[in-house]
């Protein structure tokens, strides 16, 4: 008998819907075949490597050409990163106008706060670039900033963290930087991740994420199929592991909406990013510089977006605590979607998950 192939889909096109396990709703189509097809991918960011710009509202020197100023750290004399309002918010207390509804249509107040976190005071550093010790900074910046908005205001009923790196991303300034937006809803993506999990603990008495997590470092299947006994797919023991730190993993999910996409999700379990210890922040940060490496050396002048999912902090299911997760989404971005993906809602990666974590992981790194 002919030696069979352990990993058949590396050869053979792949071509499947997979169903997002925390929000079975949410589809994507692996469609590895597509990637032959000719299209138009988006170009590496544009690199502006100089330490200092002139120009340059986020730059030191130029504070007077921002908004003033809410925080500095460490301090406002020395500051490596600085939070101020945005000035063109999305969301604002400037003006308060009352909801309404008439017929079918309705508003709500666009009541908020948005504000924009310098990610660094050297202006054209990447997140790769920057030092374990700066990027948990940033990352308590994130907790401190989130916690003060939260304590504000009783209205506020979700504070997103997030960064769009390069235009293809939203990215509209070089400088690197990210933002906090505060609204008064919950986004539908959070509260749909919230109640899906929750309906899975009321089901199983665990937390879905710390169970994709065991899956991904203890399980591994081999399926045959049942005429041939040819074996049709091979799932091994960390696949889809990028980086694991003491108190940190990065996996990539076995339904990736976008080619490259990875989650960093806490090895133990906690729903709130608010409750992240400093000890934390710093693997946080470590795994994170080391994903962000690998994604530098395999796409070369990524653009991307992440964006951080706490458990809203008015959220009073009972069980909200033990079935949530909180975790940071990378979702960088290479190709522009079609008619078909804004269509129907699903969306379509050319490249097997499969593939692009192990491309990923066998990128060699410098031991910090």
């Not at 293809?168 to 400088?175: D, E, F, L, M, N």
Request: glycine share 6%.
């Amino acid at each position: 008998m002919a030696e069979q192939d352990p990993n058949p889909e590396q050869e053979r096109p792949v071509r499947e819907i997979r169903i997002n396990p925390i929000v079975p709703s949410q589809s994507v189509l692996v469609a590895t075949a597509r990637g032959m097809r000719p299209k138009q991918a988006e170009q590496a960011a544009p690199r502006d490597t100089r330490v200092r710009v002139d120009t340059c509202p986020f730059c030191p020197g130029n504070e007077h050409m921002t908004p003033p100023e809410i925080a500095a750290y460490p301090d406002h004399e020395h500051w490596e990163i600085r939070i101020v309002e945005n000035l063109y918010p999305v969301l604002g207390d400037d003006r308060q106008n009352p909801s309404f509804s008439f017929g079918l249509q309705q508003t709500i107040d666009g009541y908020g706060r948005h504000e924009v976190i310098i990610d660094h005071n050297h202006h054209g550093i990447s997140l790769h670039e920057m030092s374990v010790d700066h990027l948990a900074m940033l990352f308590g910046a994130y907790r401190e900033r989130m916690a003060q908005l939260y304590d504000a205001d009783d209205r506020l009923r979700y504070v997103l963290v997030f960064k769009n790196f390069g235009p293809a991303a939203g990215g509209s300034i070089p400088h690197t930087h990210s933002q906090i937006i505060a609204m008064p809803v919950v986004p539908d993506n959070v509260q749909a991740e919230v109640e899906a999990s929750h309906r899975h603990y009321e089901k199983h008495h665990s937390c879905i994420f710390c169970a994709l997590i065991d899956e991904a470092l203890t399980f591994e299947a081999t399926i045959y199929d049942r005429e041939s006994g040819e074996i049709r797919r091979k799932l091994d023991v960390g696949q889809y592991v990028i980086e694991r730190g003491e108190r940190f993993i990065a996996i990539k999910p076995f339904a990736s909406r976008y080619e490259w996409e990875v989650h960093i999700l806490p090895l133990r379990h906690q729903a709130d990013f608010r409750a992240a210890t400093a000890e934390d922040l710093a693997d946080l940060g470590r795994v994170l510089k080391r994903t962000m490496s690998r994604l530098e050396a395999v796409l070369g002048g990524v653009q991307y977006n992440y964006f951080l999912h706490s458990l809203p902090p008015h959220e009073e299911a009972p069980g909200s605590q033990e079935s949530f997760h909180w975790h940071l989404e990378i979702c960088p971005r290479t190709s522009i979607p079609t008619g078909f993906e804004l269509g129907a809602g699903l969306f379509v990666n050319t490249i097997s998950p499969e593939e692009a974590a192990e491309r990923l992981r066998a990128v060699e790194l410098d031991e910090d």
